[in-house]
């Protein structure tokens, strides 16, 4: 079914399809909406789960935490500093191994205070061992929701599912509802191995010690340093298992076949601007207007950041002249954290692209479409005269600050 909603409302769409059992709900804002809209759902009798609401966002993961051991599958959402005031939890939630699925409309961080858009609250949280998403369009939010269930079960690692506040949150475009039978087919019901359950009691997450020892049975345990190995080796085998997932969407449904990176005339281009969430959409009239001009760019979106998909990139990167890395994010006191990953991936390539690095819009600061023309036609005519450091888009006062 086509409908036009919001890109809250399709995230609440694809929670509701995905037949979540418990959901944990705090507002902030961007994210409200979502879950308001999940508890229409619930009261209304169309999706038959326990909604909770809660007194902070660190309760709010807490639920979702003993929900998931006792073998539902949960589902909260959250944005900005609410997404910070749970990071102690989130820490738990993935080292307990939890399917939980959450949706993160993404803000900037305070202080000083921002209810707008940038990418800085999830990508703060790019090393807590989540898998991320980042979603384009309202279409990509309810299919990256609807993915992000079967791979958070499937791996058992929890999945943030991003995309931009306002940007998308909040704006109205088209996207398609898939039937409730095909998503019942699609996604199998949660059946976890390991669960709280009175009949068969056990302990879970108790102090590990530092070496391995025996279990109850006798057998060797792994200790913190193989547990912490462990999820990183399925982390990075979590790459195969999506593109498997995002293979049998596509197959059900026709929408997907780019689980890592989504490009857009690229295979001629001799230059790629790379970006992630909406700004990689407001840059392909950018690209058409510059390939008029007879430049040959393109552009890439980024659609899974953890893990990373270095092989992906470096497939899609190499043999280009110039990549220029757009993001909404900072690695404060070194560079963009989208652009070191991507350098990290071309390094061993010997046909390695130059690469520039630039941030803009930060607390929601307008992204000019002309400012982006000025900025990558710059770019590709001087590739090699760019130093390796960030430069910015938008930035004012700056001749005063370094007055």
Not at 189 to 196: D, Q
Not at 327 to 354: C, F, H, M, W
Request: proline letters at 6%.
């Amino acid at each position: 079914m086509h409908i036009i909603e919001s890109g809250n409302v399709a995230a609440a769409t694809g929670v509701k399809l995905a037949r979540a059992q418990v959901i944990a709900a705090y507002p902030i804002t961007p994210q409200t909406p979502l879950t308001e809209k999940l508890s229409e759902f619930v009261e209304s009798g169309q999706l038959a789960a326990q909604y909770i609401p809660v007194e902070s966002e660190h309760s709010a993961m807490a639920v979702c935490i003993a929900a998931s051991t006792a073998g539902t599958r949960a589902f909260t959402a959250t944005s900005a500093n609410g997404l910070l005031y749970m990071v102690e939890q989130l820490h738990w939630a993935v080292g307990a191994r939890l399917p939980i699925v959450m949706c993160v409309a993404n803000r900037g961080i305070g202080a000083p205070w921002t209810v707008w858009n940038d990418q800085q609250d999830s990508m703060s949280q790019r090393d807590v061992g989540w898998i991320q998403l980042y979603a384009n369009d309202h279409q990509q939010i309810i299919d990256s929701v609807l993915k992000a269930f079967k791979l958070a079960q499937t791996v058992s690692i929890p999945v943030m599912v991003c995309y931009d506040g306002y940007l998308l949150s909040h704006t109205y475009m088209p996207f398609d509802r898939p039937e409730q039978t095909e998503v019942d087919a699609f996604l199998p019901p949660f059946a976890p191995t390991h669960f709280l359950d009175p009949e068969n009691p056990g302990n879970f997450n108790t102090v590990t010690l530092p070496d391995v020892r025996p279990g109850v049975d006798g057998t060797l345990q792994p200790g913190y340093i193989e547990i912490r190995h462990n999820l990183h080796q399925d982390l990075r085998a979590a790459l195969a298992t999506y593109e498997e997932i995002d293979r049998e969407y596509a197959e059900r449904f026709g929408r997907g076949g780019t689980p890592f990176v989504e490009p857009y005339r690229c295979d001629d281009a001799r230059f790629v601007a790379v970006a992630i969430g909406s700004l990689s959409y407001q840059l392909r009239d950018v690209i058409d207007q510059l390939r008029e001009d007879g430049l040959a760019i393109g552009v890439m979106g980024v659609q899974m950041y953890r893990p990373f998909p270095d092989e992906a990139i470096a497939r899609a990167l190499a043999g280009k002249e110039c990549v220029i890395v757009l993001e909404k994010a900072l690695s404060y006191g070194n560079q963009g954290p989208l652009y070191g990953d991507i350098k990290s991936a071309l390094y061993r390539l010997e046909n390695r692209p130059v690469l520039h690095n630039y941030i803009l819009g930060l607390g929601g600061r307008e992204i000019r479409t002309q400012q982006l023309l000025d900025v990558l036609a710059r770019s590709c005519a001087n590739p090699g005269e760019i130093e390796d450091t960030p430069r910015w888009i938008g930035l004012k006062l700056q001749e005063e600050h370094h007055g």
